[in-house]
């Protein structure tokens, strides 16, 4: 009993890191399914729903922009993966991890594999999950702070994103840590964001 897991938001200025953690049936196929950053948002929004009824347990955490300044992004994103496992309702006997490191789930074992989003289909699920959830978190965080783009950046440092930090500095949601985040104050008031 496999399961993949996949994180989305690692590179971002702003928001939280998203991870699933994704059980497929063997005989699940579906011509779409591949990394997520490969597909279309319309692609990967076709693709959620039938992930998450297809698939025999599934589950999707997050770790904020707060903690991952505490405790870095590479942490977070186990974190975030170890939580996601964490609320699968089937226990696994393997995780199989997109990339090339991994901090050991305690009673499981794993195997990180180097672009595995493009070779197992069940990390490519966790990537579709991790990356739709995020996006839809970042939508709503969008609405308080439209000043950023995020509805269509996600938090990463596009050009208009850097131009629009340095022009009205950092809102609550940015990673302080974090390239040209790094040393800047807050200009904006937080927000009630679920």
Known sequence: MEAGCDEAGRGCLAGPVFAAAVILPKTFRHPLLNDSKQLSEEERDKLRPLIERKALAWAVAMVDHEEIDRINIL?????????????LNIRPELLLIDGNRFTPYLGI?????????????????????????????????????PQYGWNDNKGYGTAFH?????????????????????????????????
């Open 162 to 194: 850097r131009q629009q930090i340095k022009l009205i500095g950092l809102s609550p949601y940015h990673r302080k840590t974090f390239g040209i985040c790094n040393g800047m104050e807050e200009a904006l008031p937080l927000s009630e964001i679920g």
């Open 109 to 145: 074992a794993h195997h990180c594999v180097v672009q595995g989003d493009a070779i197992y289909a069940s990390i490519a699920a966790a990537s579709v999950l991790a990356k739709t959830h995020r996006d839809e978190y970042m939508y709503r965080l969008h609405e308080a702070h």
């Open 75 to 87: 942490k977070a994103s186990f974190k975030a993966m170890h939580l996601a496992v964490d609320q």
